[in-house]
């Protein structure tokens, strides 16, 4: 079926041409200004500006909840991105998810503001909750996407209540805010990850906004977005700490030794899917069969007592006496920068070779 492949013009013309050759896409949608910068042989380039407004035929295909929705690349263990498959029936359990949720549920009058990138899987979060729901979804102007002063004001304006964004973002709004004495009485929900999150650095923004709650949630991309949320507390901000929090309505995760034996304390989480669960497992990694079937295995669930699909995350975790979740560190090579981007060290390094020679010896802490 059809692929959605979202990625951003400013990423290095190597990893669009990585990416349009490794997906075998076949058609590239892009605009005039960035058409004459993607050359790439064997691609049909549509320019965007040239249909606008022009009626097109469309074709009735058949929809499945097992189809690919999107492909989103990440990093990869083996020095090049990979492309995650996620499937129309991942959207949707996530939104089914939030909107069990007594916190996150999407109410009928909210406005959601769209401020991650696209190729950030995350982004989706606003954008599918928002038209899903049939509510409203605000973009930001290309030309205004790094002015936060502007940011804010568009959010104050439209009266936005909920958005999902990385923690430099909710720093540059409290900051104008601060700077500004802007309230955004109407800001409900602030939803975070991706990264450990230092609570304290938010507190001015909680205080001046007493309707605000900020949500620290979890969930790799093969788990469609995140899977758990905890809704940062005065202790909190007291102990500038917080757990990843307990798990979504529907959706489940299990914590295994090296064994795959199912235990509590300070091992990695695999999230998984049964029967009756959300289905927010992804399909698996595009072209890389044996990569898939290592880290998308089926195990047998000795407290559920049925076998249950499951994602091998690499994250380890604990379980506090709260019954919540604590997120120790991780047992590969990865490590999250630039606001949450997951980014493997040996991937750094190819890199690195690929630029100075083979025969060098590099080391990356």
């Known amino acids: ?161 909920r958005l999902f964004t990385v923690h430099k973002w909710i720093e540059q709004i409290q900051n104008i805010c601060i700077e ?33 709650s900020i949500y620290n949630t979890y969930g790799p991309t093969e788990a ?5 949320k905890h809704k940062v507390t005065v202790e909190d901000i007291q102990k500038d700490y917080s757990t990843i929090g307990k798990l979504m309505p529907t959706t489940r995760a299990i914590i295994l030794d090296k064994d795959n034996k199912i235990i509590a304390l300070g091992n990695p989480i695999h999230n998984s899917q049964e029967k009756n669960s959300a289905k927010n497992i992804a399909k698996g990694y595009l072209h890389q069969d044996k990569l898939s079937k290592e880290k998308f295995i089926t195990l047998y669930n000795e407290i559920s007592g049925s076998e249950c699909k499951c994602y091998k995350t690499g994250d380890i975790v604990k379980l506090n006496r709260n019954l919540e979740l604590e997120f120790i560190g991780r047992k590969d090579d990865f490590v999250k920068v630039a606001g949450g981007y997951l980014v493997s060290l040996n991937e750094v390094e190819q890199r690195i070779k690929e630029l100075l020679g083979e025969n060098i010896e590099v080391s990356v802490m």
């Open 180 to 212: 500004n004495n802007i309230k955004l009485d109407k800001l409900r929900i602030v939803g975070t990850g991706a990264e450990v999150l230092n609570p304290k650095k938010f507190e001015k923004l909680l205080l001046n906004n007493p309707n605000l």
């Open 1 to 161: 079926g059809n692929r959605y492949i979202p990625i951003l013009p400013e990423e290095s013309i190597d990893r669009v041409k990585y990416i349009i050759k490794d997906s075998k896409s076949k058609i590239l949608i892009t605009n005039t200004k960035y058409i004459n910068i993607i050359k790439v042989n064997d691609i049909e380039i549509i320019n965007i500006d040239d249909v606008k407004g022009k009626n097109a035929e469309i074709n009735q295909i058949e929809i499945l909840p097992s189809d690919i929705s999107y492909i989103i690349y990440t990093s990869g263990t083996t020095g090049k991105p990979k492309g995650v498959m996620m499937k129309n029936e991942n959207i949707i359990s996530l939104i089914n998810s939030m909107n069990m949720d007594k916190d996150l549920k999407y109410l009928k009058d909210d406005v959601a503001v769209s401020l991650l990138k696209h190729s950030f899987d995350a982004s989706a979060i606003d954008i599918y909750s928002s038209l899903l729901n049939g509510g409203t979804l605000v973009l930001i102007p290309k030309e205004d996407e790094f002015n936060a002063k502007k940011v804010v004001e568009t959010i104050s304006k439209n009266n936005v209540t």
């Open 224 to 228: 469609t977005m995140f899977m758990t």
